[in-house]
């Protein structure tokens, strides 16, 4: 089959976009209003953009009202926001942290969470007090990001224009309980991930190819090391 999005009609129940392009990482991302309101939302539109310094975006489309949501008007205007690991465990947390709810609830109570006051990352409230952007205590690895910048991609009303957030992460936090030999180790982290329609997935099981050849560029790059990456700037070979 083939349909042109916006001018012909796909012929299928349910629109195919984005199943097609799965799985897509989930922003958990929380944020601290100016005054101070805690919110917590996923996102399922989020990645990562490079290593060094490593940057974030998660993807926000306007709500049905045509607005902002609270998401990305709390980065913005307090300049900070953080990531947390969507598992399986918090499955049914981070369902219930989707729901359209009013901008003064507290998702986090909402949905029964605990938090985690983050370490980098503060709000000062009325110009005096100072307060810890809040983070789901029980996810095994955080960022603390900072905004860069929004990039706004214009879409059909009401819910179509996407406010693009990207962040750079100054802070990460990782759960000791998660690492085997060094290494964070997916069986034990088990993100979910979404797909096409109401589904998701959880990730289980991985395995490793290594590119032919021996360049040591390449490995740097693809596991982002910073080390790797900065040894080469004096590495004429490199160049």
């Known amino acids: 089959m083939f349909y042109e999005p916006g001018k012909t009609e796909h012929g299928l129940p349910n629109d195919p976009f984005k199943a097609c392009v799965i799985p897509r990482p989930i922003g958990w991302i929380s944020t601290l209003s100016p005054t101070g309101q805690a919110n917590l939302a996923p996102y399922s539109q989020f990645n990562n953009l490079t290593f060094d310094p490593p940057f974030v975006m998660f993807s926000a489309n306007q709500t049905p009202t045509s607005s902002q949501k609270d998401t990305v008007k709390n980065a913005e205007a307090t300049g900070v926001f953080c990531w947390n690991l969507a598992t ?13 709810v009013a901008s003064d609830i507290d998702e986090f109570e909402h949905a029964g969470l605990g ?45 179509g224009a996407v406010d693009v957030v990207i962040g750079r992460v100054i802070g990460i936090h990782i759960d000791e309980n ?5 290494r964070i180790d997916i069986k034990k982290t088990v993100p979910i991930a979404r797909c096409g329609y109401f589904e998701y997935t959880a990730v289980r099981e991985v395995f490793e190819m290594r590119i ?3 360049d040591p560029t390449r490995g740097a790059g693809l596991e982002g090391s910073t080390k790797g990456h900065r040894a080469m700037r004096n590495d004429s070979t490199c160049l």
Do not use: Q, W
């Open 178 to 182: 998660v690492l085997t030999n060094g």
């Open 212 to 214: 032919p050849g021996d």
């Open 88 to 100: 399986y465990d918090l499955r049914e947390y981070v369902n219930a942290t989707s729901e359209g």
């Open 115 to 159: 938090k985690e006051d983050a370490t980098l990352n503060f709000v000062h409230i009325s110009g005096k007090e100072k307060m810890a952007v809040p983070m789901v205590k029980r996810s095994p690895i955080k960022f603390e990001c900072t905004h860069y910048t929004t990039l706004r991609l214009p879409g059909n009303p009401p819910m």
